[in-house]
């Protein structure tokens, strides 16, 4: 079992930049792959970013590719969100989620075993 821990989030003007943490506790944090997902109020849970264990390899939503990098450091059990040049339309709040399967920017939120509760991103205008 992976229990999630969201943190980082706050309130930052458009253009502005934030990093999101998400700890991980339990020791098997390697071996999960790891995507951040977001909800707006209102809106269904949208995929943001994915990494996954073989090679690392990752993916991002469309409205977030260039913007938004997404990174690991299995020595800490920490997932990581880069977010730069925010945009008012970035404000949601943030999941972490772990899966055991491939991730892709097609994934679903049924997809993911495991979730953090989420922190909350205001980007104003």
């Known amino acids: 079992q992976v229990q999630l821990e969201e943190s980082g989030g706050g309130l930052v003007q458009a253009g502005g930049s934030l990093r999101l943490s998400c700890a991980a506790a339990g020791r098997t944090f390697n071996r999960y792959a790891m995507a951040w997902f977001r909800q707006a109020l209102g809106e269904e849970r949208e995929f943001v970013a994915a990494i996954n264990v073989i090679g690392g390899s990752v993916d991002y939503g469309v409205s977030v590719k260039g913007r938004f990098t997404i990174f690991r450091d299995n020595g800490k059990n920490t997932l990581y969100l880069q977010m730069n040049s925010l945009k008012p339309e970035d404000t949601a709040v943030y999941y972490c989620?772990?899966?055991?399967?491939?991730?892709?920017?097609?994934?679903?939120?049924?997809?993911?075993?495991?979730w953090g509760k989420g922190t909350l991103v205001t980007v104003s205008s």
């Open positions: 989620a772990a899966s055991t399967g491939w991730l892709t920017s097609t994934s679903v939120p049924y997809e993911m075993t495991y």
